[in-house]
């Protein structure tokens, strides 16, 4: 053997894919992307020394790991049984336990549903601590603790562009002679009043407002969003049922100049309240109207969302106001809404690539 060459492992072509996929998977375990640049170092016939030095690891765990190879090919790569008594729970059990993580707990002796089993549970079911429950279930990769949320949605069905495509398509390049408007309704706003009374700033020091408050009530805004012109009508209600959008829809009726010939678009979300046989009544009795909706959970696309976030995230910021009864929310939340229209609101005029 030539001096600086090492004992050369062969290796085959489906052997090599495999090695290289566990180096390259970034799930791979540490120990075995080690094994596995082992057996490609010594099957370029890099020493022991060579092969040591570049993976970073000892002569002693070169030599077992390329002769395991050698013997078992990549099943020698893998942890030997480990030594030890004979398992404490045979298969019988452990099958009825995987049985139970996989439904429902049953109802507490008071008559309360359970929706999810704890492993102190499971194991009591079937005669073992919750530790053990814990490792069997983790080793058949089962988590009675984790629930995963599926929803159904418009985004698998082939229309989901062209939908999309109507509500962007009014927002870059609207019809001639036709507002669009964007509307939507901000729910649970909580009026909240300090304990006590505000401290002012002074040099070296911030304002300062207790910590602890009172729950005055909870209140909704309407809003809508006229796209191209920057301007928000809004309207404070204690509720948002299908009477109060047609009192919303009769304010902006009133609100918005009657032009000749004009169509007013309403760019809405799929809320049940706005298929209600009253709503729908409503738009017959005004023709200059009409909605176009969102995809399903596509509110996002609703440009009068950017509103309601600007509107929060300034009133977070200025904290201003104690709101001391229910009634209180009403005004508030309008005359911020116009101060904010009138210094910060301005049309953004949205562009697309053609591809995009």
């Not at 596995?36 to 030599?63: F, P, Q, Y």
């Not at 918005?256 to 760019?267: L, P, R, S």
Request: proline content about 7%; hydrophobic content about 40%; aromatic content about 6%.
């Amino acid at each position: 053997m030539l001096a600086g060459v090492g004992k050369r492992v062969r290796v085959d072509g489906e052997d090599r894919v495999e090695l290289e996929r566990i180096v390259g998977a970034a799930s791979s375990e540490v120990r075995m992307v080690e094994r596995a640049r082992i057996v490609l170092c010594a099957a370029e016939g890099l020493t022991v020394t060579a092969i040591a030095e570049r993976v970073g690891c000892g002569e002693k765990t070169v030599k077992k790991w390329r002769g395991r190879y050698a013997r078992a090919g990549i099943e020698g790569l893998r942890d030997a049984p480990r030594p030890g008594p004979p398992l404490t729970h045979g298969p019988q059990t452990r099958a009825l336990l995987i049985a139970k993580a996989c439904t429902r707990p049953p109802a507490t002796p008071e008559g309360a549903r359970q929706e999810r089993w704890t492993y102190a549970q499971l194991g009591a079911a079937v005669g073992m601590s919750g530790s053990q429950a814990h490792a069997i279930l983790a080793r058949a990769a089962i988590k009675p603790h984790l629930t995963e949320y599926w929803i159904m949605s418009d985004f698998s069905k082939p229309e989901l562009e062209e939908r999309c495509s109507q509500v962007c398509g009014l927002y870059v390049d609207p019809p001639s002679n036709v507002l669009v408007v964007s509307i939507d309704e901000k729910t649970a706003i909580q009026a909240k009043a300090p304990t006590k009374p505000d401290t002012p700033p002074a040099p070296g020091r911030p304002a300062r407002r207790e910590h602890e408050y009172t729950r005055n009530g909870t209140q909704c805004l309407f809003a809508a969003l006229k796209v191209h012109l920057g301007e928000v009508l809004a309207m404070a209600s204690k509720t948002r049922n299908r009477w109060d959008l047609i009192r919303f829809l009769d304010h902006l009726d009133a609100e918005i100049a009657i032009v000749a010939d004009q169509q007013i678009v309403a760019i809405t979300d799929n809320l049940s309240t706005r298929g209600t046989q009253e709503v729908r009544d409503w738009l017959k009795a005004h023709p200059r109207w009409s909605f176009q909706f969102t995809p399903t959970h596509a509110s996002w696309l609703n440009q009068v969302e950017i509103f309601f976030a600007i509107l929060v995230r300034r009133q977070r910021q200025a904290r201003s106001g104690a709101c001391t009864s229910r009634p209180h929310t009403s005004p508030p939340r309008p005359a911020f809404v116009a101060a904010l229209t009138e210094r910060q609101l301005r049309p953004h005029m949205a562009t697309a690539r053609r591809g995009t």
